[in-house]
């Protein structure tokens, strides 16, 4: 299994990213996916993940909910991170996860089985 993230970069407080992340060697539609961050000095944390299939079950951290948006698209093996209003507490190293086990209620816990290697965003002026 490899999961591929990408599109961080450096963007101006308020600014927009969308990242992206790649999954092969699985049956993606059964896998719920989620995306964690890590910002320097600081604990990993979650940020938001969706439930496997269509994805119906969604969970945010509080800290992006109204400004971050996670979609999959299961035809490609695709699932996203867009983000807006972006804010300096944003910045860390973005890393996706899949899992086949998850239930909904464990969406935000960070027992994934599978990580991809980050991405960093940077927000700053």
């Known amino acids: 299994v490899q999961l591929q993230a990408s599109g961080g970069g450096l963007v101006q407080p308020g600014g927009s990213l969308r990242l992206s992340c790649a999954a092969s060697?699985?049956?993606?539609?059964?896998?719920?996916l989620g995306w964690f961050r890590q910002a320097p000095g600081k604990e990993r944390e979650f940020v938001a993940a969706i439930h496997r299939g269509g994805g119906t079950s969604i969970k945010y951290a509080d800290s992006v909910k109204g400004r971050f948006t996670i979609s999959r698209d299961n035809t490609k093996n695709m699932v996203y991170l867009q983000m807006n209003s972006l804010k300096a507490d944003d910045t860390g190293v973005y890393y996706c996860t899949a899992d086949s086990r998850k239930i909904v209620t464990t969406l935000h816990t960070d027992q994934y089985e599978y990580w991809g290697q980050g991405t960093l965003v940077t927000v700053s002026s």
């Open positions: 060697g699985l049956s993606f539609r059964n896998y719920a």
